[in-house]
């Protein structure tokens, strides 16, 4: 089955044309949340079409396009002149680096429309806000125009400003501006590497940048790609966010309801990741080379560092946000893992793995710290708090909710079997082929992570139920079945990783020159 529909503009258009809709249909709050869910489902539709285009098996056949030197294959591929006379295009693709990226954008958008069913305020606004954003990380992963890309990655700010600014918790005001102002400064030494790559090649072309980069043109050399990549790190690094510029993201997530929370953490933060390897990996090879070791360090000291303040928290979201800060680290090592591996054939398989594993831990971590951030807001919202130290024996009144808790806390830690164990475990094996018994140092927070989780759920949802909780509610359907989904993911994805793995290995293995 061959699909020539313009797939990409129609997954764009649908949510930002749906958050009109739903804005200006009425005043009917449940209708606006019904035709919110159902606007949702066009793009996770489409995303799931995407994915299936990249297993033959499936039969689903997506149109291409190839660079001229036939490196790297785009599909779904859309392109057309916008302001030909400074060669900006729209034009947008996927592949494997950022086909796992639009399936969980569109499924954790439509997971946390469902999560928040029960929001009373401003609802049309609310749920205009989340398909708007949807829109705008969308744009990011498929553009391959870097004009197009800085204009998502820009817009992208705004609807996360506001849901978190009008509908988040005591210290919204606080927490929306630390955020808008990180990120949009972050943005800067973003800007100044796309009109440096513009200076040097004459286009906003992102496929002819990163062709250009494997022969040797069009991109800066020696030098100046060197202090480009590290410019380009401290801004997409922001994003992530790695240590020390991961300050704004505590406070984010603290006061942000619970929706806001799950795309934040889900696929907001995944941007840097993505970015990090479109970019600084694809187009900047030389400094990628050069200047690995940078995003080691920084990659390690934040997995480290996110572990052991969790151990010392008692807000159950705060402490779900230091873990994120821990977690997304092994993005960043597993890059430059991958990278530093691939400069030896002896260690080309820990390249693969290193550098595959950290796309593989971008989707794990995305729908585990979703269903984290799920359970935190369903306690908060119906204890009143989420201070670890005044719950205790809730598992005996919320069974369904306790249950979830515990089973995302497993796949956080990296159970063997469920999704995290696999992503983390290929970013240590890629580790100890760059670095050698290095690894030992991100490998001591196997332990702090289990430590903190295990003492969490011992102190919340085990040992004597605390009276104050005897007529605590347990999870409702729009609670539950978000969770669900993420459950049965955590399971599929850890007993068959090969569904991701293999596709981004083979990618991988192109960009990185390995066999």
Request: with cysteine; net charge neutral.
């Amino acid at each position: 089955m061959v699909l020539d529909l313009p797939i990409l503009s129609i997954m764009l258009l649908a949510p930002a044309l749906g958050a009109i809709v739903v804005y200006l249909g009425g005043k009917n709050d449940e209708t606006a949340r019904i035709i919110a869910l159902a606007i949702s489902f066009i793009p996770l539709v489409f995303s799931i079409v995407l994915l299936l285009g990249f297993f033959p098996v499936t039969g689903v056949e997506l149109r291409g396009f190839r660079e001229p030197g036939g490196a790297f294959m785009y599909r779904a591929y859309e392109s057309a002149p916008w302001f030909p006379t400074v060669s900006i295009s729209y034009s947008v693709g996927v592949d494997e680096l950022s086909v796992p990226l639009v399936f969980l954008t569109c499924l954790l958008t439509t997971l946390a429309l469902v999560i928040n069913w029960d929001e009373k305020h401003r609802v049309r606004e609310f749920y205009a806000m989340f398909l708007f954003m949807e829109t705008t990380i969308l744009g990011v992963f498929v553009s391959l125009d870097f004009f197009l890309f800085f204009l998502f990655w820009e817009v992208g700010l705004v609807p996360m400003y506001f849901i978190i600014a009008v509908w988040g918790g005591p210290r919204k005001q606080y927490a929306a501006l630390k955020f808008f102002l990180f990120t949009f400064a972050a943005s800067i030494p973003v800007l100044i590497g796309i009109f440096a790559f513009y200076a040097y090649g004459s286009t906003f072309s992102m496929t002819q940048l990163i062709e250009s980069a494997r022969t040797g043109g069009l991109v800066p050399a020696g030098t100046a790609q060197n202090l480009l990549f590290v410019a380009l790190l401290a801004g997409f690094g922001t994003k992530l966010p790695t240590w020390p510029l991961h300050t704004w993201l505590p406070d984010a997530h603290v006061e942000a309801p619970t929706g806001g929370s799950v795309i934040l953490a889900g696929v907001l933060l995944k941007l840097g990741g993505y970015a990090l390897i479109r970019v600084n990996v694809q187009m900047l090879p030389q400094g990628a080379q050069d200047v690995y070791w940078v995003a080691a360090i920084l990659g390690a000291i934040s997995i480290v560092y996110g572990a052991v303040v969790c151990l010392a928290q008692d807000d159950l979201k705060r402490l779900v946000a230091y873990s994120s800060v821990s977690h997304m680290g092994f993005v960043t090592l597993g890059i430059a893992a991958g990278v530093a591996a691939a400069r030896s054939p002896a260690t080309a398989g820990g390249a693969l793995l290193g550098m595959s594993g950290a796309i593989f831990q971008m989707f794990a971590h995305g729908i585990v710290s979703a269903a984290l951030f799920m359970v935190a807001g369903s306690i908060g919202h119906k204890a009143g708090t989420r201070n670890i130290s005044e719950l205790g024996g809730i598992a005996a009144v919320t069974p369904r909710i306790s249950a979830f808790m515990m089973i995302a806390f497993l796949a956080s830690l990296g159970l063997p079997g469920l999704v995290g164990f696999v992503a983390e475990l290929s970013v240590f094996l890629g580790t100890y082929a760059a670095f050698g018994l290095l690894v030992l140092i991100p490998l001591l927070t196997v332990v702090f992570t289990a430590a903190y989780y295990i003492w969490t759920m011992q102190r919340a949802i085990f040992g004597p139920l605390n009276p104050r909780w005897k007529g605590l509610e347990d999870a409702h359907s729009y609670e539950s079945v978000p969770l669900a989904v993420l459950t049965i993911l955590f399971a599929v994805f850890g007993i068959l990783p090969f569904l991701l793995l293999d596709m981004t290995v083979a990618w991988a293995g192109r960009v990185l020159g390995v066999p």
